[in-house]
C-alpha cells in the first residue's frame, strides 16, 4: 500500500461528494427516475413465484415455488411460442436491420440540399403512423374479397393469395410492415454519424481517383462502423420486443402457430384471464432471454475490438 | 409496461375531470331521501359519492348532462369512470388485482362473472341477496336470472336485462323480390337464397360481383352460433346420454363447420370473415356489396337509413325460424341478463355504506330514473306519444348524451313497471321486436349458466381459443375431420376432461 492508493477514506470521500454536489445534483433526477419507474417495479416479479390473488396482496398471496415455470415449460405451446419469438427477431435482424444503414448510404449521396431534405421528410413520414393504421391499410390491400393486390394478381392470371389468414404469409409480412414504417427513421442516426466525417478524407480519396462506391465502401461505412455495432447490440436488447401491438393486430386463429409471441401470449394469458402470476412467470422469462442475448453481443462486439455498450 | 404507463395517464386524466365534474355541483338536493329508500332516511349534510365503473360503448366520453341530472334526483354525488368498451374486461382485471375498483363495478357480461367467481367466493365482494328485500325496485328482480348470476347458490349481482335472443337474419327485400325469393324457412332455402345472390346478379350490375352473406371475427354473436342453433347444436353445453358435454363433441356441430366451409369454398360468404371486423361486416351490407346479414336483427334500426342512403331503392326485412335440424327451429339464448354489477368490499367498507350504494341502485331502477338513463330527457331525447317514446332522429345527439348511460341500466322493461316501450317508425325495426319476442318460445338455453368447474374458471377461456382456432381452420379447410377431432382431444387432454367432469358433478348436485 503505498501512498495516493485509490482508496479513500471515508470523511475523505464525503467531502469530495460535497464539493462535487452540483454534480450530483444532476445525477439526482435521472436516478430517481431509473429507481421509481425501473427497479422499484421490478419487485413486482415476486408474484411469479406466488400464487398471487389480488385481495391477498403480495404479502398475503401463497408462495409456490417454481410452479409457474414449471407450467410454463411444459405447455404444449411453449416451444413454438419461443421458437417464433426467436425467429421473428432474427428475421427482423437479418431483413429490416440492414435497410435503414442502405438507405443512408444511399441518402448520404444525394449532393442536392432540398433534394435530400424532401426524401427524408417523405421516409419519416411512415413512423408517426400507428400499427392499427398500417394494419388497417394492409388489410384493406390484401384482402381475398377486393383486395387491390389480390385483384392484380387475378387479372395477371394468376389465383388469388390468402395472405392475411395463412402461416406462410405471417412473416413477409410482417418483416414488410416493420420495414415500410421504420427504414426511414431509422437513417436518422446514421446520417448524424455520416455528417461527422471529416470531409477531408473524402478529398484525399478523390486525388487518388476513388470513384464514388469505392468512397463509400471505404470511408463512409468504417466510419460509421462502431454506430452500427452500438445499435445492433441495443437492437438486440430489445430482442423480445418485437411490437407487441402490431403482432397482436396481425394474429388470428390460422396464423397462431407462426405468430404467436411471448407477448401476445402474456397479454391473452395474463391480463384477459387474469393469471398475473403465470404471465409474470412468462415475462420473466423473457427478460432473461433477452439479458443473455445483450450480454453475449456486449462480448462479441469487445471481442471484434469494438467498445460496446458497457 | 406500456399498458400500466397508459393506466396511470388514464388515471391521471379521470381524476382531472372528476374535479372539473364536481366544481359545478355544490348544491346537495335533498330529494333523495324523499324517495323513500330505507337506507337514506336521515338527513345528511354531505351527498354521498358513488362511484362507478361502466362499459362505453360509444367512441366518445358522454356528456355529463344526465349525470347532473342523476346526482340532483338521487342527492348524491357520482364519480363515473367510463372505461371503452374494447378495453374493459382488461380494465376490470386491472383494477381488480390493485385493489381499486370503484363502489359500483359493471361486469360486461357472463363470461366476465365466470371469471370473477373465484374472487367471489373468496368474499371479495358483498353478498347482496338477503337485502334485496329491502328495496322497492331491486326486489322485482327476477329470482331466476339471479340465480344464474349466484355464485355457490348466494346471489352478489344486480342485473342489467337484455331481450334473451335477438338472432336473426337481416336481407336485401327488394333483392330477394326480384328473383322471386320468399323469406327462407328452412336452411336449405337459405343456402338457396345465398346461392341465387351469387349467381343471379341481384344487384343488377352485370357482373358477378356480389358477396352474399357477409359475416365477421366472431363465432357467438356472429353467423355461426346463429346457424349451428338451427342445426340443432346445443348452446354451449348440452345433454347426451345423461351427461353434459360441450358443444363442440355434438354432431351438430361439425355440421355447422361443414356447412360454412362449403359457404366459404363456393364463395357465398367473404372469404376474410375470420378477420373481419363488424364494421367492416356492416360495411359490406350498407355498400350493397352483400345482401344477408346475420346478427341480433334490432340492427335493422342502425342499418336501414345507411343502406338507403347509399341506395334509395333498397328495402330491408328481417327473418327468425330457420328449421334444420331435427327438433324444429330453435335459437340461443342468453342466460335473461347482459352486464352484472358488482360491489366490492375493497371500495365499500361497512354495511352501512353498501345500503347507501343500493339505495341509489334501487333509485337507478325506478320508473323515473330507469327511464331517464334509458331514453334521455322528454322534449329533448325523445317525445312521447300514446305513452310510447319515439326517440330523437338526432343519433348524434343521443349518442353522445343518452345511450352511454343505458350501459348503467339497472333491470330493463321485464322488471320496471312503467318503463315506456318505443314506438317504431320504422317497420321493419317493429317487425324485428316482434320476432325478438317471437324467439322466446323457441329458446335454447344454456345449461351450463348456473353451473360451476373449477378448472373452467381457471384456464376455461385459454382452452376456449383451442376449439376457436380449430374451427376457423376447419372452416378454411386447414384442418379435415380428423385434424378437429385432434383439436378437441387436446382440449379433453389440457384441462377439458377435468371440466366436463367438473361440470357434470355440479349438474347432478342442481338437479
Avoid at chain 2, 359545478?24 to 362507478?52: D, F, L, M, R
Avoid at chain 2, 367498507?349 to 331514453?375: C, H, R, T
Amino acid at each position: 500500500m503505498n501512498k495516493g492508493a485509490p482508496k479513500i477514506p471515508e470523511s475523505g470521500r464525503m467531502r469530495r461528494i460535497i464539493k462535487n454536489r452540483a454534480i450530483y445534483l444532476m445525477i439526482l433526477p435521472g436516478f430517481l427516475y431509473f429507481l421509481i419507474f425501473k427497479y422499484i417495479p421490478m419487485s413486482g416479479l415476486i408474484i411469479a413465484f406466488q400464487d398471487y390473488q389480488a385481495y391477498l396482496g403480495v404479502t398475503g398471496s401463497p408462495w409456490v415455488g417454481l410452479k409457474h415455470f414449471e407450467r410454463l415449460f411444459t405447455e404444449p405451446m411453449f416451444f413454438t411460442i419461443l421458437g417464433n419469438t426467436l425467429l421473428l427477431f432474427f428475421l427482423n435482424l437479418a431483413f429490416y436491420f440492414p435497410v435503414p444503414i442502405i438507405l443512408a448510404l444511399m441518402l448520404n449521396e444525394v449532393r442536392r440540399e432540398v433534394f435530400k431534405r424532401f426524401i427524408q421528410t417523405l421516409v419519416y413520414i411512415p413512423h408517426f403512423m400507428s400499427w392499427v393504421i398500417i394494419v388497417s391499410i394492409s388489410f384493406v390491400m390484401l384482402s381475398m374479397d377486393r383486395g387491390i393486390i389480390n385483384e392484380l394478381l387475378v387479372m395477371a392470371g394468376f389465383e388469388k393469395i390468402n395472405f392475411l389468414m395463412s402461416s406462410e404469409w405471417f412473416r413477409p409480412m410482417y418483416v414488410m410492415q416493420i420495414i415500410w414504417r421504420e427504414a426511414g427513421w431509422g437513417t436518422i442516426i446514421y446520417l448524424a454519424a455520416m455528417a461527422a466525417i471529416d470531409p477531408g478524407l473524402y478529398e484525399a480519396s478523390r486525388i487518388d481517383g476513388a470513384s464514388r462506391f469505392r468512397q463509400m465502401w471505404h470511408i463512409t461505412l468504417p466510419s460509421i462502423r462502431s454506430v452500427i455495432v452500438v445499435l445492433l447490440i441495443l437492437k438486440i436488447g430489445d430482442v423480445l420486443e418485437l411490437g407487441f401491438e402490431h403482432i397482436y393486430l396481425l394474429l388470428n386463429s390460422m396464423n397462431r402457430n407462426v405468430a404467436e409471441i411471448f407477448d401476445t401470449y402474456v397479454y391473452t394469458a395474463g391480463l384477459k384471464q387474469g393469471q398475473f402470476s403465470f404471465s409474470t412467470a412468462v415475462g420473466f422469462f423473457k427478460s432473461l432471454i433477452g439479458l443473455i442475448l445483450v450480454m453475449l453481443a456486449n462480448w462479441l462486439a469487445k471481442k471484434a475490438g469494438e467498445e460496446g455498450i458497457y | 409496461m406500456k399498458k400500466n404507463k397508459a393506466s396511470t395517464i388514464l388515471a391521471i386524466v379521470t381524476a382531472l375531470s372528476v374535479l372539473a365534474g364536481c366544481g359545478g355541483n355544490s348544491a346537495p338536493a335533498a330529494t333523495g331521501s324523499s324517495n323513500g329508500s330505507p337506507a337514506q332516511g336521515e338527513n345528511k349534510s354531505e351527498p354521498v359519492t358513488i362511484s362507478i365503473m361502466a362499459n362505453l360503448h360509444t367512441p366518445e366520453v358522454p356528456s355529463d348532462m344526465i349525470e347532473k341530472l342523476l346526482e340532483e334526483k338521487t342527492g348524491t354525488k357520482l364519480d363515473i369512470q367510463w372505461v371503452p368498451d374494447g378495453t374493459y374486461d382488461e380494465k376490470v382485471n386491472a383494477s381488480f388485482a390493485t385493489g381499486t375498483l370503484p363502489q359500483v363495478t359493471y361486469l360486461k357480461n357472463a363470461a366476465s362473472l365466470v371469471n370473477m367467481r373465484d374472487a367471489i367466493r373468496n368474499g371479495q365482494f358483498w353478498e347482496i341477496g338477503p337485502l334485496l328485500g329491502q328495496y322497492p325496485n331491486l326486489s322485482k328482480l327476477k329470482p331466476e336470472v339471479l340465480k344464474n348470476t349466484a355464485v355457490d347458490g348466494k346471489i352478489y349481482a344486480l342485473y342489467r336485462e337484455v331481450p334473451l335472443s335477438r338472432q336473426g337474419i337481416i336481407y336485401r327485400k327488394d333483392w330477394a323480390d326480384k328473383l322471386g325469393l320468399s323469406a327462407p324457412t328452412n336452411v336449405d332455402e337459405f343456402y338457396n337464397m345465398l346461392k341465387q345472390f351469387k349467381e343471379k346478379d341481384p344487384d343488377g350490375n352485370g357482373k358477378e360481383d356480389t358477396i352474399p352473406l357477409t359475416d365477421r371475427n366472431d363465432l357467438i354473436y356472429g353467423a355461426f352460433k346463429t346457424i349451428s342453433s338451427w342445426l340443432g347444436t346445443p348452446n354451449n353445453w348440452g345433454e347426451k346420454d345423461g351427461k353434459l358435454a360441450p358443444e363442440f363433441m355434438f354432431p351438430e356441430y361439425m355440421e355447422t363447420m361443414k356447412f360454412f366451409k362449403k359457404l366459404h369454398q363456393e364463395g357465398l360468404i367473404n372469404q376474410d370473415f375470420p378477420v373481419t371486423s363488424k364494421t367492416d361486416q356492416q360495411n359490406l351490407f350498407i355498400t350493397g356489396k352483400s345482401g344477408v346479414y346475420i346478427g341480433a336483427m334490432g340492427d335493422v334500426s342502425s342499418l336501414h337509413p345507411k343502406v338507403v342512403e347509399v341506395n334509395p331503392d333498397a328495402e330491408l326485412d328481417v327473418q327468425n325460424k330457420i328449421e334444420g335440424g331435427p327438433n324444429g327451429f330453435g335459437i340461443w339464448s342468453v342466460p335473461g341478463y347482459g352486464s352484472v354489477i358488482l360491489f366490492p368490499k375493497t371500495a365499500i367498507k361497512s354495511e352501512e355504506e353498501l345500503k347507501d350504494v343500493l339505495a341509489f341502485m334501487d333509485q337507478l331502477m325506478s320508473p323515473e330514473l330507469g327511464n331517464l338513463i334509458y331514453w334521455g330527457v322528454e322534449g329533448q331525447h325523445h317525445k312521447l306519444e300514446e305513452g310510447k317514446v319515439i326517440p330523437s332522429e338526432d343519433t348524434k345527439l343521443t349518442d353522445r348524451e343518452v345511450k352511454p348511460y343505458q350501459a348503467m341500466q339497472v333491470g330493463g322493461p321485464l322488471t320496471i313497471e312503467g318503463f315506456y316501450e318505443p314506438k317504431h317508425m320504422l317497420p321493419v325495426k317493429a317487425k324485428s321486436e316482434e320476432m325478438i319476442t317471437e324467439n322466446n318460445d323457441y329458446l335454447i338455453e344454456d345449461p351450463s349458466a348456473s353451473l360451476d368447474s373449477k378448472t373452467f374458471n381457471e384456464k376455461g377461456v385459454q382452452l376456449q381459443e383451442m376449439i376457436k382456432d380449430g374451427t376457423y381452420q376447419f372452416m378454411l379447410g386447414d384442418i379435415d375431420e380428423a385434424g378437429f377431432q385432434a383439436v378437441v382431444d387436446n382440449w379433453l387432454k389440457s384441462g377439458g376432461q377435468q371440466i366436463i367432469d367438473e361440470f357434470n358433478v355440479s349438474y347432478e348436485s342442481s338437479k
